[in-house]
T-cell receptor
Framework: RKEVEQDPGPFNVPEGATVAFNCTYS??????FFWYRQDCRKEPKLLMS???SGNEDGRFTAQLNRASQYISLLIRDSKLSDSATYLC??????????????FGQGTTLQVKP | GAVVSQHPSWVICKSGTSVKIECRSL??????MFWYRQFPKQSLMLMAT?????????EQGVEKDKFLINHASLTLSTLTVTSAHPEDSSFYIC???????????FGEGSWLTVV
């Protein structure tokens, strides 16, 4: 079983749609959680951190459910520019600033006009 | 501006030759850097943890004699792909973690094509 699992998609949605991505992780000792965005042939860029209380940044909402070991990302009012691959990322070995990142496979989003 | 600089961005080399990729932390000292590899349509996979002044820690299945890592200073880690083969063609990317808040910075990545 992969440590971090995502549905690879692709998710094809019209502009203005709301879309949700899910991610599950296997290590209950995981400490930190993130959503990254990766555009084609580019490095990943941090979209947002994910907290147990849930957090929102504009059109993006992230949720963490530790009991179910489940992370979600909700995108409202999709824009063409949201088309990218969204990576679920987990840190399982904290040790202060030496945490290793475990990446999910990524979920591809295509927003159509 | 960039916090982590990676060079080269693109490299094409002949099979059997070696290629060196550099990862520089521009704004802060980094005792630890991470090297990842990403094959097309796959996720980033951690290859190794680069430790300043000591040996790198390699993930299972990664050949340490093939992927040489040197972290001789607090701002520079290098990954050398030795005796490269076409199957080593991939996107290689480094990351640096700053502080206990786990702010993670990625280099721009390096596309390696072995012909």
């Amino acid at each position: 079983r992969k440590e971090v699992e995502q549905d690879p998609g692709p998710f094809n949605v019209p502009e203005g749609a709301t879309v949700a991505f899910n991610c599950t992780y296997s290590n209950s000792a995981s400490q930190s959680f993130f959503w990254y965005r990766q555009d084609c042939r580019k490095e990943p860029k941090l979209l947002m951190s994910v907290y147990s209380s849930g957090n929102e940044d504009g059109r993006f909402t992230a949720q963490l459910n530790r009991a179910s070991q489940y992370i979600s990302l909700l995108i409202r009012d999709s824009k063409l520019s949201d088309s990218a691959t969204y990576l679920c990322v987990v840190i399982t070995d904290g040790s202060g600033n030496t945490g290793k990142l475990i990446f999910g496979q990524g979920t591809t989003l295509q927003v159509k006009p | 501006g960039a916090v982590v600089s990676q060079h080269p961005s693109w490299v094409i080399c002949k099979s059997g030759t070696s290629v060196k990729i550099e990862c520089r932390s521009l704004d802060f000292q980094a005792t630890t850097m991470f090297w990842y590899r990403q094959f097309p349509k796959q996720s980033l996979m951690l290859m190794a943890t680069s430790n300043e002044g000591s040996k790198a820690t390699y993930e299972q299945g990664v050949e340490k004699d093939k992927f040489l890592i040197n972290h001789a200073s607090l701002t520079l880690s290098t990954l050398t792909v030795t005796s490269a083969h076409p199957e080593d063609s991939s996107f290689y990317i480094c990351s640096v973690t700053q502080g206990f808040g786990n702010t993670i910075y990625f280099g721009e990545g390096s596309w390696l094509t072995v012909v």
